[in-house]
């Protein structure tokens, strides 16, 4: 069985430019999650789908981040303008419950974005 | 913020137990202890999680004290692949996980 994919794996864009995260979930999970760990910070939490709704969107920085998950499958991180202090490793997460607590996610490798 | 203390560091010879703590004293009862850890930048990993109960699968075993206001994950024969930053995270009911700083577990030959 497949896992998380995540598509790059690396991004190197110039500040004020557009750059579009793509994950895969493991087919059949609904759950879909965005962390994302920026320089010596811990990794956060950005927002949560389940099936094409977005649950949880309480860590989104500001509006210049836009995710979606169309027809709930894959979905897409979009970063417009990207600026410096968005450089970081993007991770996705998916999961196939959602019974309270008992919740196990299965990560991807994560995109490693880099604003000059 | 995260839930949870968990020393920043710990070292442990390879074959020998590692025994990784957490303090979690505001866990309420409904929310589970939940590990993963992260190998250098890869994706974290899922390792185990419990409620009350210790539990044990084919990586780690939980062990959760009877006030539930710690646990300690044990690898029971660590080996060098088992170098990694440890976290140990409380579930709120919005599934999200919280990471903390975790203990960067170093296993030495």
């Known amino acids: 069985e497949a896992g998380v994919t995540q598509f790059p794996s690396h991004s190197v864009i110039e500040k004020g430019q557009t750059v579009t995260l793509r994950c895969d979930p493991i087919s059949g999970h609904d759950n879909l999650y965005w962390y994302r760990r920026v320089m010596g910070k811990e990794i956060k939490f950005l927002l949560h789908?389940?099936?094409?709704?977005?649950?949880?969107e309480s860590g989104m920085p500001n509006n210049r981040f836009l995710a979606e998950r169309t027809g709930g499958t894959y979905s897409t991180l979009k970063v417009q303008p990207a600026e410096l202090e968005d450089s970081g490793v993007y991770f996705c997460?998916?999961?196939?419950?959602?019974?309270?607590?008992?919740?196990?996610?299965?990560f991807g490798p994560g995109t490693r974005l880099t604003v000059l | 913020d995260a839930k949870t203390t968990q020393p920043p560091s710990m070292d442990c010879a390879e074959g020998r137990a590692a025994n990784l703590p957490c303090n979690h004293s505001?866990?309420?009862?409904?929310?589970?202890v939940y590990w993963y850890r992260q190998i250098h930048s890869q994706g974290p990993q899922y390792i185990i999680h419990g409620l009350k109960n210790n539990e044990t699968n084919e990586m780690a075993s939980l062990i959760i004290t009877e006030d539930r206001k710690s646990s300690t994950l044990i690898l029971p024969h660590a080996t060098l692949r088992d170098t990694a930053v440890y976290y140990c995270?409380?579930?709120?009911?919005?599934?999200?996980?919280?990471f903390g700083t975790g203990t960067r577990l170093q296993v030495f030959p």
């Open positions: 789908f389940v099936k094409e709704s977005k649950q949880d």
């Open positions: 995270i409380v579930l709120l009911y919005t599934d999200k996980l919280i």
């Open positions: 505001t866990i309420s009862g409904n929310e589970y």
């Open positions: 997460a998916s999961s196939q419950e959602m019974a309270g607590g008992n919740n196990e996610q299965f």
